[in-house]
């Protein structure tokens, strides 16, 4: 006795990547200023200014980029080792004072009252400079942050979903 068989393929509806771009930009966008906020806490106490730049992008997945270019607080969070200083010019001195209290701490986002004190003091070099500690800023940024970031990214995917009728489950 012949049979039939129907095979029917079940098509889901497509998916609207526009309403998925919103999302993305929308959670990314609500912590780009808090992010940055946190970076600009580790440099509030210097002298010297430190620009930070924000950029967001959907290139590759949605990301953020929090950073400066600024060589100085590159020395601040990545550390020195230790070093030779000498004067900027041939038979000049070095002037300094003799004291100094770190404004920052590795691991501690933030920055407190320190820097130069005491009286001046002359040498010709130092030949053994002590470098600083890595404060990591970034690093320390980065661990705060970037579970807050996978939230809002599987957030926004499930609220881009179910705008365009699909289920979203993160597995």
């Not at 919103?22 to 620009?51: G, Q």
């Not at 929090?66 to 990545?78: E, L």
Request: net charge positive; hydrophobic share 35%.
């Amino acid at each position: 006795m012949p049979s039939t068989v129907l095979w029917k393929a079940v098509k889901p509806t497509k998916l609207k990547v526009d309403v998925f771009r919103l999302e993305f930009l929308t959670a990314l966008h609500s912590i780009e200023n808090p992010v940055l906020k946190d970076f600009k806490k580790t440099v509030e106490t210097w002298e010297h200014k430190v620009e930070f730049t924000k950029q967001i992008s959907l290139r590759g997945g949605p990301s953020l980029l929090v950073g400066t270019d600024d060589p100085i607080y590159g020395y601040v969070n990545d550390g020195v080792p230790h070093h030779y200083i000498g004067p900027k010019v041939a038979g000049g001195m070095l002037v300094f004072k003799k004291g100094y209290k770190a404004k920052t701490t590795a691991g501690v986002i933030g920055s407190v009252a320190g820097g130069k004190f005491g009286s001046y003091t002359r040498r010709k070099e130092i030949p053994d400079h002590p470098g600083n500690e890595a404060r990591k800023f970034d690093v320390t940024i980065y661990g705060i942050w970037q579970p807050k970031f996978k939230q809002l990214m599987e957030d926004a995917m499930k609220k881009a979903a179910d705008k365009c009728g699909h289920t979203y489950g993160v597995g």
